[in-house]
């Protein structure tokens, strides 16, 4: 695959399409069986409380691959994204009913750099809180 943006094209400052990311009780399931993560953190509200959380709460990992989506798709190419890092600075808290949580996810183009690489800075939110920080990836583009 290549990417489908060309380098020349971007510009500092360009802003990607926001994408609004839906996570349920039955997602946490389906990524723990996809990642082999069954912490009783990300399924098991009791456990979850009596440790401090207030409910239970989206695995930081698939938090972090939800964010990233919006530059994959983006740029249309998943092998374009050459770096890519965050911090977890709070938890997606995911409520036992027919709506869940939602993690809403924005990006920037903040610099070109050499190689046809641009550095992209996203923002993570969720229940108006951010939830990813320092989160930033790095896209070689043609």
Do not use: C
Not at 97 to 117: F, I, M, P, S
Not at 120 to 140: E, F
């Amino acid at each position: 695959m290549t990417a489908k943006i060309a380098y020349d094209d971007i510009e500092v400052g360009t802003e990607l399409p926001a994408q609004t990311f839906p996570v349920t009780r039955a997602t946490l399931v389906q990524y723990a069986g996809a990642s082999g993560d069954f912490n009783p953190i990300h399924w098991n509200e009791k456990f979850a409380k009596e440790v401090g959380l207030p409910d239970v709460i989206a695995h930081g990992m698939f938090t972090m691959a939800e964010a990233i989506r919006v530059v994959t798709d983006w740029a249309g190419d998943p092998g374009a994204v050459v770096e890519y890092g965050v911090r977890f600075t709070r938890p997606v808290v995911v409520p036992n009913d027919d709506q869940g949580a939602t993690v809403e996810v924005g990006a920037k183009v903040t610099a070109k750099l050499d190689d046809n690489r641009v550095r992209v800075d996203l923002t993570a939110t969720s229940a108006g809180q951010k939830v990813l920080g320092m989160s930033r990836a790095v896209v070689r583009l043609p």
